[in-house]
Protein backbone atom coordinates (compact mmCIF):
# COMPACT_ATOMS: atom_id res chain seq x y z
CA UNK A 1 0.00 0.00 0.00
CA UNK A 2 1.37 3.37 -0.71
CA UNK A 3 0.82 6.46 2.15
CA UNK A 4 -2.26 7.61 0.50
CA UNK A 5 -3.98 4.28 0.62
CA UNK A 6 -2.86 3.82 4.43
CA UNK A 7 -4.04 7.18 5.18
CA UNK A 8 -7.53 5.75 3.69
CA UNK A 9 -7.14 3.56 5.83
CA UNK A 10 -6.83 5.83 8.73
CA UNK A 11 -9.90 7.59 7.68
CA UNK A 12 -11.64 3.96 7.79
CA UNK A 13 -10.46 3.10 11.17
CA UNK A 14 -11.44 6.29 12.77
CA UNK A 15 -14.84 6.17 10.68
CA UNK A 16 -15.16 2.39 11.41
CA UNK A 17 -13.59 1.47 13.75
CA UNK A 18 -11.42 -2.16 14.18
CA UNK A 19 -12.37 -5.81 15.26
CA UNK A 20 -10.27 -6.32 18.23
CA UNK A 21 -11.62 -10.18 19.35
CA UNK A 22 -9.89 -12.38 17.34
CA UNK A 23 -6.48 -10.51 18.13
CA UNK A 24 -7.53 -10.89 22.37
CA UNK A 25 -7.28 -14.85 21.09
CA UNK A 26 -4.48 -14.96 19.05
CA UNK A 27 -2.72 -13.28 22.46
CA UNK A 28 -3.57 -15.91 24.58
CA UNK A 29 -3.16 -18.76 22.00
CA UNK A 30 -0.24 -17.78 20.17
CA UNK A 31 1.80 -15.13 22.70
CA UNK A 32 0.95 -16.79 25.82
CA UNK A 33 -1.04 -14.24 27.13
CA UNK A 34 -2.93 -14.68 30.33
CA UNK A 35 -6.59 -14.85 29.09
CA UNK A 36 -7.96 -12.19 31.57
CA UNK A 37 -5.05 -10.12 30.34
CA UNK A 38 -5.66 -11.04 26.44
CA UNK A 39 -9.45 -10.23 26.85
CA UNK A 40 -8.73 -6.75 29.29
CA UNK A 41 -6.24 -5.56 26.06
CA UNK A 42 -7.51 -2.41 24.64
CA UNK A 43 -4.63 -0.64 22.45
CA UNK A 44 -4.95 3.18 22.03
CA UNK A 45 -2.84 4.16 19.00
CA UNK A 46 -1.41 1.78 16.19
CA UNK A 47 1.51 2.06 14.08
CA UNK A 48 0.68 1.23 10.25
CA UNK A 49 3.49 1.52 7.70
CA UNK A 50 5.12 4.56 6.40
CA UNK A 51 4.60 6.20 9.64
CA UNK A 52 1.06 6.62 9.30
CA UNK A 53 0.02 6.91 12.86
CA UNK A 54 -4.14 6.00 14.22
CA UNK A 55 -6.12 6.30 17.37
CA UNK A 56 -7.88 2.63 17.59
CA UNK A 57 -11.64 2.31 18.21
CA UNK A 58 -13.17 -1.00 19.08
CA UNK A 59 -16.21 -1.91 16.80
CA UNK A 60 -17.59 -5.42 16.49
CA UNK A 61 -18.56 -4.34 13.08
CA UNK A 62 -15.69 -2.67 11.46
CA UNK A 63 -14.24 -3.68 8.16
CA UNK A 64 -11.24 -4.75 9.44
CA UNK A 65 -9.16 -6.65 12.04
CA UNK A 66 -6.32 -6.96 13.55
CA UNK A 67 -4.50 -10.41 13.58
CA UNK A 68 -1.25 -12.19 14.93
CA UNK A 69 0.23 -14.06 12.00
CA UNK A 70 3.05 -16.03 12.22
CA UNK A 71 4.29 -13.92 15.38
CA UNK A 72 3.59 -10.35 13.43
CA UNK A 73 0.79 -7.87 13.74
CA UNK A 74 -1.43 -7.54 10.94
CA UNK A 75 -4.38 -5.86 9.25
CA UNK A 76 -6.80 -7.94 7.61
CA UNK A 77 -9.87 -7.45 5.49
CA UNK A 78 -13.43 -9.04 5.84
CA UNK A 79 -12.50 -11.62 3.59
CA UNK A 80 -9.39 -12.66 5.97
CA UNK A 81 -6.54 -11.29 3.53
CA UNK A 82 -4.00 -9.49 4.60
CA UNK A 83 -4.30 -5.47 4.30
CA UNK A 84 -0.50 -4.43 5.92
CA UNK A 85 1.53 -5.08 8.81
CA UNK A 86 1.16 -3.07 12.28
CA UNK A 87 2.69 -1.83 15.24
CA UNK A 88 1.64 -1.03 18.73
CA UNK A 89 2.96 2.33 19.43
CA UNK A 90 5.85 1.79 22.35
CA UNK A 91 5.49 4.35 25.09
CA UNK A 92 8.79 6.58 25.60
CA UNK A 93 11.36 5.67 27.60
CA UNK A 94 10.44 7.65 30.74
CA UNK A 95 6.71 6.51 30.95
CA UNK A 96 7.25 4.60 34.47
CA UNK A 97 8.89 7.69 36.10
CA UNK A 98 7.17 9.68 38.75
CA UNK A 99 6.32 13.52 39.41
CA UNK A 100 7.92 14.94 42.71
CA UNK A 101 5.12 14.43 44.68
CA UNK A 102 4.93 11.24 43.98
CA UNK A 103 2.13 10.80 40.75
CA UNK A 104 2.97 8.10 38.24
CA UNK A 105 3.25 9.25 35.03
CA UNK A 106 0.65 7.06 33.55
CA UNK A 107 -1.76 8.93 35.79
CA UNK A 108 -0.66 12.34 34.23
CA UNK A 109 0.00 11.97 30.22
CA UNK A 110 -0.91 9.86 27.66
CA UNK A 111 1.11 9.95 24.51
CA UNK A 112 -0.13 10.66 21.31
CA UNK A 113 1.98 8.70 18.41
CA UNK A 114 5.75 8.92 19.18
CA UNK A 115 5.55 12.48 19.45
CA UNK A 116 2.88 14.04 21.25
CA UNK A 117 2.61 14.82 25.34
CA UNK A 118 -0.56 15.16 25.60
CA UNK A 119 -2.88 16.26 29.26
CA UNK A 120 -6.52 16.13 29.89
CA UNK A 121 -5.58 18.15 33.25
CA UNK A 122 -9.00 18.87 34.47
CA UNK A 123 -12.35 17.37 33.50
CA UNK A 124 -14.19 19.84 35.52
CA UNK A 125 -16.49 21.73 32.94
CA UNK A 126 -18.84 24.32 34.52
CA UNK A 127 -21.24 23.83 31.35
CA UNK A 128 -22.10 20.69 32.78
CA UNK A 129 -23.44 22.34 35.76
CA UNK A 130 -24.97 25.15 34.09
CA UNK A 131 -26.61 22.83 31.80
CA UNK A 132 -25.28 23.99 28.98
CA UNK A 133 -22.55 21.40 27.72
CA UNK A 134 -21.53 20.95 24.00
CA UNK A 135 -24.03 18.61 22.88
CA UNK A 136 -21.16 15.59 21.66
CA UNK A 137 -19.06 16.34 25.04
CA UNK A 138 -18.59 13.27 27.91
CA UNK A 139 -15.50 15.28 29.31
CA UNK A 140 -17.05 15.76 32.83
CA UNK A 141 -19.80 12.86 33.02
CA UNK A 142 -16.62 10.32 31.56
CA UNK A 143 -15.27 10.43 34.93
CA UNK A 144 -18.55 8.54 36.58
CA UNK A 145 -18.62 6.10 32.86
CA UNK A 146 -14.65 4.81 33.13
CA UNK A 147 -14.24 5.61 37.01
CA UNK A 148 -11.32 2.76 37.06
CA UNK A 149 -10.29 2.78 33.64
CA UNK A 150 -10.16 6.19 32.79
CA UNK A 151 -7.01 6.64 35.69
CA UNK A 152 -6.24 9.55 33.91
CA UNK A 153 -9.05 11.85 34.60
CA UNK A 154 -8.24 13.37 38.02
CA UNK A 155 -6.76 17.14 38.13
CA UNK A 156 -3.22 17.40 37.43
CA UNK A 157 -1.62 20.41 38.53
CA UNK A 158 1.09 22.89 37.00
CA UNK A 159 3.78 21.41 39.06
CA UNK A 160 3.09 17.76 37.56
CA UNK A 161 2.51 19.00 34.09
CA UNK A 162 5.58 20.43 34.23
CA UNK A 163 7.65 17.59 35.84
CA UNK A 164 6.72 15.75 32.83
CA UNK A 165 7.75 18.14 30.29
CA UNK A 166 10.96 18.63 32.00
CA UNK A 167 11.72 14.52 32.47
CA UNK A 168 10.55 14.87 28.57
CA UNK A 169 13.23 17.37 28.22
CA UNK A 170 15.89 15.29 28.81
CA UNK A 171 15.56 13.21 25.57
CA UNK A 172 14.34 15.61 22.94
CA UNK A 173 15.33 19.32 23.46
CA UNK A 174 12.64 20.16 22.03
CA UNK A 175 8.84 18.25 22.79
CA UNK A 176 5.88 19.01 21.96
CA UNK A 177 2.51 19.03 24.22
CA UNK A 178 -1.19 19.53 24.02
CA UNK A 179 -2.83 20.68 26.94
CA UNK A 180 -6.72 20.55 26.92
CA UNK A 181 -9.47 21.44 29.80
CA UNK A 182 -12.91 21.53 30.45
CA UNK A 183 -13.97 25.26 30.94
CA UNK A 184 -13.52 26.21 34.59
CA UNK A 185 -16.37 29.33 36.55
CA UNK A 186 -13.78 31.14 37.72
CA UNK A 187 -11.94 33.99 36.24
CA UNK A 188 -13.88 34.37 33.65
CA UNK A 189 -13.00 30.65 32.29
CA UNK A 190 -8.93 31.16 32.67
CA UNK A 191 -8.20 29.43 35.98
CA UNK A 192 -5.52 26.78 36.19
CA UNK A 193 -4.11 28.23 32.69
CA UNK A 194 -2.24 31.01 34.57
CA UNK A 195 -0.73 28.82 37.23
CA UNK A 196 0.62 26.49 34.33
CA UNK A 197 1.76 29.31 32.81
CA UNK A 198 3.87 30.37 35.43
CA UNK A 199 5.33 27.34 36.38
CA UNK A 200 6.34 26.04 32.84
CA UNK A 201 8.14 30.32 32.43
CA UNK A 202 9.83 29.36 36.31
CA UNK A 203 10.80 25.86 35.44
CA UNK A 204 11.97 26.64 31.34
CA UNK A 205 12.37 30.15 31.17
CA UNK A 206 11.99 32.37 27.77
CA UNK A 207 13.82 35.67 26.14
CA UNK A 208 11.13 36.38 23.08
CA UNK A 209 8.92 34.14 20.39
CA UNK A 210 10.79 31.17 19.24
CA UNK A 211 12.56 29.98 22.32
CA UNK A 212 8.92 28.78 24.14
CA UNK A 213 8.10 25.12 25.24
CA UNK A 214 5.97 23.73 22.56
CA UNK A 215 2.40 23.48 24.35
CA UNK A 216 -0.96 23.93 22.27
CA UNK A 217 -3.41 24.68 25.44
CA UNK A 218 -6.91 23.98 24.05
CA UNK A 219 -9.34 26.35 26.31
CA UNK A 220 -12.22 29.30 25.85
CA UNK A 221 -11.31 32.73 25.58
CA UNK A 222 -12.28 34.69 28.35
CA UNK A 223 -14.86 37.97 28.37
CA UNK A 224 -11.64 40.01 28.46
CA UNK A 225 -9.93 39.84 25.24
CA UNK A 226 -7.14 40.99 26.98
CA UNK A 227 -5.89 38.12 28.55
CA UNK A 228 -5.33 36.42 25.00
CA UNK A 229 -2.23 38.87 25.56
CA UNK A 230 -1.79 38.31 28.68
CA UNK A 231 -1.43 34.61 28.21
CA UNK A 232 1.45 35.66 24.86
CA UNK A 233 3.14 37.97 27.36
CA UNK A 234 3.37 34.84 29.82
CA UNK A 235 4.93 32.63 27.88
CA UNK A 236 1.88 30.78 25.93
CA UNK A 237 3.62 28.83 22.89
CA UNK A 238 0.27 28.39 21.01
CA UNK A 239 -3.64 28.25 21.97
CA UNK A 240 -7.14 26.98 20.49
CA UNK A 241 -10.12 28.48 20.80
CA UNK A 242 -12.11 25.33 19.25
CA UNK A 243 -15.34 26.57 17.52
CA UNK A 244 -16.09 22.77 17.00
CA UNK A 245 -19.02 23.81 14.60
CA UNK A 246 -18.84 26.75 12.15
CA UNK A 247 -21.96 27.33 10.77
CA UNK A 248 -24.14 29.67 13.58
CA UNK A 249 -27.15 28.28 14.01
CA UNK A 250 -25.24 24.74 14.48
CA UNK A 251 -22.79 26.72 17.05
CA UNK A 252 -26.44 27.98 19.01
CA UNK A 253 -27.49 24.55 18.88
CA UNK A 254 -24.41 22.55 19.44
CA UNK A 255 -22.56 24.20 21.88
CA UNK A 256 -24.76 26.61 23.78
CA UNK A 257 -22.34 27.02 26.85
CA UNK A 258 -19.71 28.72 24.27
CA UNK A 259 -22.37 30.93 22.74
CA UNK A 260 -23.93 31.81 26.05
CA UNK A 261 -20.83 32.54 28.12
CA UNK A 262 -18.60 34.13 25.69
CA UNK A 263 -20.54 34.60 22.30
CA UNK A 264 -20.05 33.63 18.66
CA UNK A 265 -18.39 37.54 18.26
CA UNK A 266 -15.79 37.58 21.00
CA UNK A 267 -15.04 34.00 19.97
CA UNK A 268 -14.25 35.23 16.71
CA UNK A 269 -12.54 38.34 17.75
CA UNK A 270 -10.86 36.74 20.07
CA UNK A 271 -9.17 34.27 17.75
CA UNK A 272 -7.91 36.79 15.40
CA UNK A 273 -6.59 38.70 18.52
CA UNK A 274 -4.48 35.78 18.71
CA UNK A 275 -3.34 35.62 15.79
CA UNK A 276 -1.98 38.96 16.46
CA UNK A 277 0.74 37.73 19.21
CA UNK A 278 1.07 34.54 18.60
CA UNK A 279 1.17 34.73 14.72
CA UNK A 280 0.19 32.64 11.76
CA UNK A 281 0.70 28.70 12.56
CA UNK A 282 0.11 29.21 16.59
CA UNK A 283 -3.58 29.88 16.72
CA UNK A 284 -5.97 26.26 16.19
CA UNK A 285 -9.86 26.13 15.94
CA UNK A 286 -11.02 22.60 15.56
CA UNK A 287 -14.30 21.92 14.15
CA UNK A 288 -15.79 18.57 14.37
CA UNK A 289 -16.88 17.07 10.97
CA UNK A 290 -20.05 15.18 10.82
CA UNK A 291 -21.81 17.32 12.96
CA UNK A 292 -23.00 20.16 9.77
CA UNK A 293 -22.67 20.21 6.59
CA UNK A 294 -19.83 19.80 4.52
CA UNK A 295 -19.92 23.10 3.19
CA UNK A 296 -20.08 25.09 6.38
CA UNK A 297 -17.17 22.85 7.80
CA UNK A 298 -15.16 24.13 4.91
CA UNK A 299 -16.36 27.68 5.03
CA UNK A 300 -14.79 27.35 8.35
CA UNK A 301 -11.91 25.92 7.41
CA UNK A 302 -11.23 28.69 4.42
CA UNK A 303 -11.92 31.53 7.32
CA UNK A 304 -9.46 29.65 9.44
CA UNK A 305 -6.72 29.63 7.11
CA UNK A 306 -7.24 33.08 5.84
CA UNK A 307 -6.71 34.75 8.71
CA UNK A 308 -3.70 32.50 10.28
CA UNK A 309 -5.61 29.96 11.71
CA UNK A 310 -5.22 26.47 11.54
CA UNK A 311 -7.90 24.19 11.25
CA UNK A 312 -8.16 21.21 13.61
CA UNK A 313 -10.55 18.68 11.65
CA UNK A 314 -11.75 15.41 13.67
CA UNK A 315 -13.94 13.26 12.56
CA UNK A 316 -17.08 13.14 15.17
CA UNK A 317 -17.38 10.14 17.55
CA UNK A 318 -20.02 9.80 19.64
CA UNK A 319 -18.79 9.09 22.75
CA UNK A 320 -20.40 7.57 25.78
CA UNK A 321 -21.80 10.04 28.25
CA UNK A 322 -22.33 13.08 25.47
CA UNK A 323 -26.12 14.43 24.61
CA UNK A 324 -25.40 12.62 21.39
CA UNK A 325 -24.67 9.27 22.56
CA UNK A 326 -25.72 6.50 20.15
CA UNK A 327 -25.48 8.46 17.45
CA UNK A 328 -23.11 7.99 14.13
CA UNK A 329 -20.02 9.28 12.52
CA UNK A 330 -20.11 10.59 9.26
CA UNK A 331 -19.35 7.74 6.26
CA UNK A 332 -16.05 7.19 5.20
CA UNK A 333 -16.69 8.70 1.67
CA UNK A 334 -17.97 11.83 3.02
CA UNK A 335 -14.69 11.77 5.72
CA UNK A 336 -12.53 11.55 3.19
CA UNK A 337 -14.06 13.69 0.53
CA UNK A 338 -14.39 16.95 3.27
CA UNK A 339 -10.74 16.29 4.75
CA UNK A 340 -9.77 16.63 1.51
CA UNK A 341 -11.61 19.59 0.23
CA UNK A 342 -9.88 21.25 3.85
CA UNK A 343 -6.70 19.93 3.14
CA UNK A 344 -6.69 22.15 -0.33
CA UNK A 345 -8.21 24.85 1.66
CA UNK A 346 -5.49 25.05 4.00
CA UNK A 347 -2.31 24.87 1.48
CA UNK A 348 -3.90 27.48 -0.81
CA UNK A 349 -4.51 30.12 2.11
CA UNK A 350 -1.33 29.20 4.47
CA UNK A 351 1.44 27.84 1.91
CA UNK A 352 3.24 28.12 5.59
CA UNK A 353 1.50 24.53 6.53
CA UNK A 354 2.86 22.64 3.27
CA UNK A 355 6.95 23.36 4.62
CA UNK A 356 8.87 21.44 6.71
CA UNK A 357 10.22 24.22 8.52
CA UNK A 358 6.75 24.89 10.15
CA UNK A 359 6.36 21.33 11.57
CA UNK A 360 9.87 21.43 12.22
CA UNK A 361 10.48 24.72 14.45
CA UNK A 362 7.08 25.85 15.15
CA UNK A 363 4.36 23.68 14.94
CA UNK A 364 3.48 22.76 18.63
CA UNK A 365 2.35 19.14 17.26
CA UNK A 366 3.28 16.76 15.33
CA UNK A 367 1.88 16.32 12.16
CA UNK A 368 2.31 12.42 12.05
CA UNK A 369 1.38 11.79 15.60
CA UNK A 370 -2.15 13.38 15.70
CA UNK A 371 -3.97 10.32 15.80
CA UNK A 372 -7.57 11.72 16.00
CA UNK A 373 -7.72 13.11 12.56
CA UNK A 374 -6.06 12.99 8.94
CA UNK A 375 -6.18 16.61 8.02
CA UNK A 376 -2.39 17.31 8.37
CA UNK A 377 -1.02 13.73 7.14
CA UNK A 378 -2.92 14.60 3.69
CA UNK A 379 -1.53 18.38 3.93
CA UNK A 380 2.15 17.22 4.09
CA UNK A 381 1.44 13.98 1.56
CA UNK A 382 0.21 16.83 -0.79
CA UNK A 383 3.03 19.16 0.01
CA UNK A 384 5.68 16.69 -0.92
CA UNK A 385 6.69 16.85 2.80
CA UNK A 386 8.55 13.43 3.66
CA UNK A 387 10.81 14.49 6.96
CA UNK A 388 8.01 12.22 9.40
CA UNK A 389 7.52 13.60 12.56
CA UNK A 390 9.65 16.28 11.90
CA UNK A 391 12.76 15.27 14.52
CA UNK A 392 10.07 15.61 17.00
CA UNK A 393 10.02 11.90 18.04
CA UNK A 394 10.96 11.49 21.90
CA UNK A 395 14.36 9.84 21.58
CA UNK A 396 15.04 6.92 23.30
CA UNK A 397 18.44 7.97 23.97
CA UNK A 398 18.83 10.34 27.62
CA UNK A 399 20.41 13.70 26.62
CA UNK A 400 22.82 14.39 29.09
CA UNK A 401 25.64 17.53 29.54
CA UNK A 402 28.04 17.85 26.67
CA UNK A 403 25.70 14.87 24.65
CA UNK A 404 22.89 17.21 24.45
CA UNK A 405 24.81 19.08 22.06
CA UNK A 406 25.77 16.40 19.91
CA UNK A 407 23.18 14.01 19.82
CA UNK A 408 21.21 13.75 16.62
CA UNK A 409 17.28 14.53 17.91
CA UNK A 410 16.21 12.73 15.13
S1 LIG B 1 -16.41 23.63 26.58
FE1 LIG B 1 -17.71 22.15 25.55
S2 LIG B 1 -16.23 20.71 24.58
FE2 LIG B 1 -15.11 21.86 26.14
S3 LIG B 1 -15.23 20.57 27.97
FE3 LIG B 1 -16.92 22.06 28.11
S4 LIG B 1 -18.66 21.01 27.23
FE4 LIG B 1 -16.83 19.87 26.62
Not at 151 to 180: C, G, W
Amino acid sequence: MDRKELIKLKCDFLINGLRLNDLRKDLAMQSGWDETRAKRFLPAELKLPKEVFVQVRENPEANFRLRIIENSLVVQDRAGSIICAADFVSQPPFAFEKTSDGKMFSDIVVYNGTCNLNFTWNYFCDYFRTKTACRFCNLTPAQDFYPEENITNSFKNARQIADVIEIAKMYHADPKAILTRGTPSDKNGLGGTIQILEELQKRFGFNGHNDRTKVLFTISPTTNINDVKLMYDMGMHSVSFNFEVFDKGYWKAIVPGKDKYIGRELWENSLIEAVKYFGEGRVFSAMIAGLEPAQTLLEGVEWCAERGIIPIVVPFSPETGSQFEGFRPPTYNWMMDTTRRAADILLEKMPVVGTEDYWQNEAPICAECFTGGFLYDIVKENAGLTNYHSGHSLSKMKITGVEKDIISLN
